[in-house]
């Protein structure tokens, strides 16, 4: 049984740090690309970082380069996604999910992922 659970949210003000955590469970991340993706109220789910199963590929939405950094434990089977200089349109619930690709990259497209986590709730105010 597949699982995916996120931890990590919370409160925080602009300008400051979070770091997420995806533990899975059920798969191995040898074979599986790792997404995180958000949704904010009202607008639709789009993808924020993903991380290929080999760990040398990974794609950033362009609103996240150079302020969030997805990284991975393969011992600890968990993905990471270390979130700085915090705005407050990061606000939103984030997700991991899992696509088996044992080659090639990863995609932002959340279509093609077939495992979800349950969300963790990012709010970022003052």
């Known amino acids: 049984q597949v699982q995916l659970v996120e931890s990590g949210g919370g409160l925080v003000q602009p300008g400051g740090s979070l770091r997420l955590a995806c533990a899975a469970s059920g798969i191995s991340l040898d074979y599986y690309a790792i997404g995180w993706f958000r949704q904010a109220p009202g607008k639709e789910r789009e993808g924020v970082s993903c991380i290929s199963s080999t760990g040398r590929i990974i794609n950033d939405a362009d609103s996240v380069k150079g302020r969030f950094v997805i990284s991975r434990d393969t011992a600890k089977n968990t993905v990471y996604l270390q979130m700085n200089s915090l705005k407050p349109e990061d606000t939103a619930v984030y997700y991991c999910?899992?696509?088996?690709?044992?080659?090639?990259?990863?995609?932002?497209?959340?279509?093609?992922?077939?495992?979800w986590g349950q969300g963790t709730q990012v709010t970022v105010s003052s």
């Open positions: 999910g899992a696509v088996l690709k044992i080659l090639g990259g990863c995609q932002l497209q959340d279509n093609e992922y077939s495992y």
